[in-house]
């Protein structure tokens, strides 16, 4: 029985945390050099980036050798790049490690920042964060969480040992605890489950509610009100689909305070606007460790500003976090 090809390592490091982007050339094709690839493969790069790359030798190859642009194609063969990082505005809020062992890192992020690169959060993102400061260059997200959510997130240390823990979240053997900040409903009978069926096409920024087989489970209580404010509200999802609870709250009447898409699409705030967090909480992550056995449970430590002090929330004053 033949092999899979072991894909070779990466001979250009990381830049701010970030890994140089693969690509590997197809079996076929019409191409004669690896510029003529390149140059359909990125064309959205603008005129003369893919060229200008080829020409200063910034496209590598397994030996670590700039690659010519009229370099013949060579099928299955491995190219490495580094990509502009695109200008971002720095999250003023510092990612907490809650735990730290051999194989993994549970960090406690702030909202604003993404868990890993994606569009044009790149650099200012949890991970990069985290391999830049506890020089830990192949550290990976065994799981995601909002860019607009705060809490806990799991990171594992050994490449070899991620897909064990991406396997607890994929079969539903992590016990996830949120906590969320909306309007008090008086007429709304809790606790609560709620099951429906969650579609999130690709492009558009909403998840929707449609009819069919439930595919999403969310169990909603409510943990305590203060008068004339909102209510604080104990949030535990037995599935994972996108935006699950967000959808789910706005669904029961009670949707999430500074929610940008639910139930209205407003859009995001302007780059550098951190007032009005998400007011969505990872708060708690339970589960047995596949590698070692250990029983985990990890609290976050933060606090919700629309719950701490609603009035200064809601003037849009610096969240405290």
Request: hydrophobic share 40%; proline share 11%.
């Amino acid at each position: 029985m033949r092999r899979p090809r072991r894909t070779p390592p990466s001979p250009l490091p990381q830049r701010r945390g970030v890994d140089p982007v693969r690509v590997r050339l197809p079996a076929r094709g019409p191409w004669a050099t690896v510029g003529g690839y390149l140059a359909e493969r990125l064309s959205g790069a603008g005129d003369g980036v893919v060229e200008g790359m080829l020409g200063e030798g910034l496209v590598v190859g397994a030996d670590g050798m700039p690659v010519p642009g009229d370099a013949a194609f060579v099928p299955g063969m491995y190219l490495w790049f580094h990509r502009e990082l695109p200008e971002e505005v720095p999250v003023p809020f510092p990612v907490e490690v809650v735990h730290r062992d051999d194989h993994i890192v549970v960090a406690d992020k702030p909202h604003f920042l993404a868990t890993a690169p994606r569009g044009g959060h790149v650099a200012e993102t949890a991970l990069a964060r985290l391999r830049r400061e506890l020089g830990l260059p192949a550290l990976s997200p065994a799981h995601r969480l909002d860019r607009l959510t705060a809490g806990l997130v799991l990171f594992t240390v050994r490449p070899a040992e991620r897909g064990a823990y991406q396997a607890l979240f994929r079969d539903r053997r992590v016990r996830k605890v949120y906590e969320g900040v909306a309007p008090r409903a008086p007429s709304l009978t809790l606790p609560v489950t709620v099951r429906s069926r969650i579609v999130k096409e690709r492009g558009v920024l909403a998840a929707r509610e449609v009819t069919g087989e439930p595919n999403a489970v969310s169990r909603v209580e409510l943990v305590d009100r203060r008068p004339g404010g909102p209510a604080r509200y104990r949030l535990v999802p037995e599935t994972g689909q996108t935006h699950q609870l967000r959808v789910h709250m706005s669904a029961l009447g009670v949707p999430l305070l500074g929610d940008p898409l639910y139930p209205v699409v407003t859009g995001p705030a302007p780059a550098g606007d951190f007032r009005r967090p998400l007011q969505l909480l990872a708060r708690e992550l339970e589960f047995t460790d596949p590698v070692t056995g250990a029983e985990h449970r990890f609290v976050s430590a933060r606090t919700l500003g629309a719950w701490d002090s609603y009035e200064e929330w809601a003037a849009g004053l610096p969240p405290r976090q």
